[in-house]
């Protein structure tokens, strides 16, 4: 019952436009009639609780069903979110500000939430040449905004920040000399996916994003992301994007990416089985640490870790999901 109440609320929320377009581009790839793969997504919603853009990212019609059923699907993922993340406790996670004060002692950089209290933001500015400005929730760095503080009369900035519903400034954070020159122009963080389990916190997936000539290094902003060897922290493979293109080299800066070791990785380690404690209610949590010259610093967490990230074709061994980890932690 489940999986048929899933089923037809995703039918009753389907873009079709986008579905068409991706019956084409895989009827396209593949030269295989459309009808044949429009029903094989139909297969793949039913069976695997895969929707068409899990179809396409995850090159579901070149896998047989053996490899279909590794991949930690968009509803296999919801299933999961809903079992082992309880609803009430999500906002300390998605309000940016609750996140900010629950994890005080392991965020550095400087960062104020804007509550009437303009005379505390004049305060915050003074000294600041950038400041970065976020909606107090979202994800995929949506609405984050690179301001010049000179740009802006204290009180016009003010008031921007307040119409825009861009309520949580931060200081400009400094990432290590190694990321920098990998791509200067964003913050390059680590997502690290884990699961707490009976007190043991297991990582799932680690990965770095790379931001790509824009200030947010996320795949929806036009990054990429390449996964990192958990057990000594060097990234296995080149990095991937949304559109199928993988990278041995930025495109931008040429610098190599299969080989690079990130910096602090014993410290990120510690750091991310010491996190999880802190909100046992939310036991699947995608967190984002950035890595500065003085070691790894925490920007936020994702109660929906970004499951189609950590599965790209390019990055999988034997062309197996993220699933049977998983199920192993419960078995």
Not at 308 to 318: D, F, I, M, V
Request: net charge positive; proline share 5%.
């Amino acid at each position: 019952m489940n999986r048929i109440k899933y089923l037809v609320n995703r039918v009753r929320n389907l873009n079709f436009t986008d579905l068409r377009t991706t019956v084409d581009y895989v009827s396209q790839k593949t030269k295989k009639p459309k009808i044949i793969i429009f029903l094989d997504i139909v297969w793949c919603g039913f069976f695997y609780l895969g929707g068409y853009t899990d179809y396409r990212i995850f090159k579901m019609y070149e896998l047989n069903f053996s490899q279909r059923k590794t991949l930690l699907t968009r509803g296999k993922n919801n299933k999961y979110i809903k079992k082992l993340n309880n609803k009430k406790d999500w906002h300390l996670v998605h309000h940016k500000n609750e996140f900010n004060q629950l994890f005080a002692d392991y965020i550095n950089r400087k960062w104020l939430f804007l509550n009437n209290n303009y005379q505390e933001f004049q305060q915050f500015i003074k000294d600041k040449i950038f400041i970065i400005a976020k909606p107090t929730s979202g994800s995929q760095g949506i609405g984050i905004e690179k301001i010049k503080i000179k740009d802006y009369q204290p009180k016009e900035l003010y008031n921007y920040l307040i119409e825009k519903n861009l309520t949580i400034v931060e200081e400009e954070l400094r990432q290590h000399d190694v990321l920098h020159k990998l791509h200067p122009h964003s913050v390059n963080t680590l997502r690290i996916v884990t699961i707490l389990h009976k007190q043991q916190v297991h990582i799932i997936a680690a990965y770095l994003r790379i931001g790509n000539q824009n200030i947010v290094d996320g795949m929806t902003g036009g990054g990429m992301v390449a996964p990192i060897d958990i057990k000594n922290g060097t990234i296995k493979f080149p990095a991937a994007n949304k559109n199928d293109e993988t990278f041995v080299e930025h495109p931008l800066t040429k610098q190599k990416i299969p080989g690079l070791a990130i910096p602090y990785w014993q410290e990120i380690l510690n750091l991310s089985n010491e996190l999880p404690h802190k909100i046992p209610t939310l036991k699947m949590i995608g967190w984002d640490i950035a890595i500065t010259n003085y070691g790894p610093e925490l920007i936020e967490a994702n109660q929906y870790p970004a499951h189609q990230s950590y599965q790209l074709p390019p990055h999988l061994e034997n062309k197996t999901g993220a699933l049977p980890k998983i199920k192993n932690i419960f078995s």
